[in-house]
């Protein structure tokens, strides 16, 4: 009919367009940033000195001997990255039923930690506070006759752990074996030892993911657990509103910060809890995501930079304060550009 006559302003009123115009324009309007100050990388330490060993499932990650380790953190510091996450690589001889190994003052991960708060006190040092390094079936916990990890057992050894990562200088320690009531028992043990400083960043909603592969095997705790799983502690995938119950748990009990692990399939999480909560929330950016990333970038298939960078903000915009990421060093090394 008379189309051609329509008047303009029958046009669209709102034109979306006209402020992604200009890149001056898309900067004004960005909603999300992202700095250095946005993450935490996470090392694997191993026993020995000059010692270096590649994870084959997670190319350009290594295992370093705590002397490398501290050339790498005084790296991490200079780049603006606030906080490194370590986790230990325990020698099969140390492992046992027991998991004592865990809370020995002389562990690897407890020398790691006193290394490298005194040659770069200023970095932030997290711990992992579980069992399955350190034990010989790879189970966060103790185990019954039955082969069920039991709670309130692990939870006394997660304690002792806790207040020795402590004791040797952590500024964080992270629980992320699932056990029931576990923040609110390190809370008090750390109070009633005088660490009132230690923050506590919970896994609270920890799933029971296929995603932490690579992880296993670089920690070496893969072939302990051979066809094992932790769906007894760890969450299932389908759920939602119990990961609003875990971390309203872990609040209440004394975590300064919250956690949702994995990161990309999950960011439907992060967002409900940051909305309920409102406090410090991060996210893994785990193992097997950074495996998928680095693998498809190595075919080509992907740009490296610009996918992982994507995936960073994203988790952001999801609500994240920040992100635990093997591409810690890279994405800092990229903003720099
Ligand atoms: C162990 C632990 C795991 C990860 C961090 N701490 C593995 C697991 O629960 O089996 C996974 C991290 C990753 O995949 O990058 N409690």
Known sequence: MADLDTP??????????RMRRDDFSRRMMRETTLTPDDLIYPVFVLEGSGEREAVASMPGVERLSIDLLVEEARAVQRMGIPAMALFPVTPLSAKSLDAAEAFNPGGLAQRAVRALKDAVPELGIMTDVALDPFTTHGQDGLI?????????PTVEVLVRQALSHAEAGADIVAPSDM????????????????????????????YA???YGPFRDAVGSAAN??????????????????AIHEVALDLEEGADMVMVKPGMPYLDIVRRIKDQFGAPTFVYHVSGEYAMLKAASQNGWLDEKAVVLEAMVSMKRAGADGVLTYYAKDIARWLAE
Do not use: C, F, W
């Not at 303009?8 to 367009?17: A, K, L």
């Not at 019954?144 to 309130?152: I, K, S, T, W």
């Not at 029931?180 to 005088?194: K, T």
């Open 8 to 17: 303009r302003s029958s046009y669209p009123v709102t034109r979306m367009r």
């Open 144 to 152: 019954d006759e039955a082969g069920y990890v039991m709670n309130d």
């Open 179 to 206: 056990m029931d009531g576990r923040i609110g028992a390190v809370r008090a043990a750390l109070e009633a030892e005088g660490h009132i400083h230690t923050r506590i960043l919970a896994y609270s909603a920890k």
């Open 209 to 211: 993911s296929s995603y």
């Open 225 to 242: 657990l051979g066809g094992g799983n932790k769906y007894t502690y760890q969450m299932d995938p389908a759920n939602s509103d119990e």
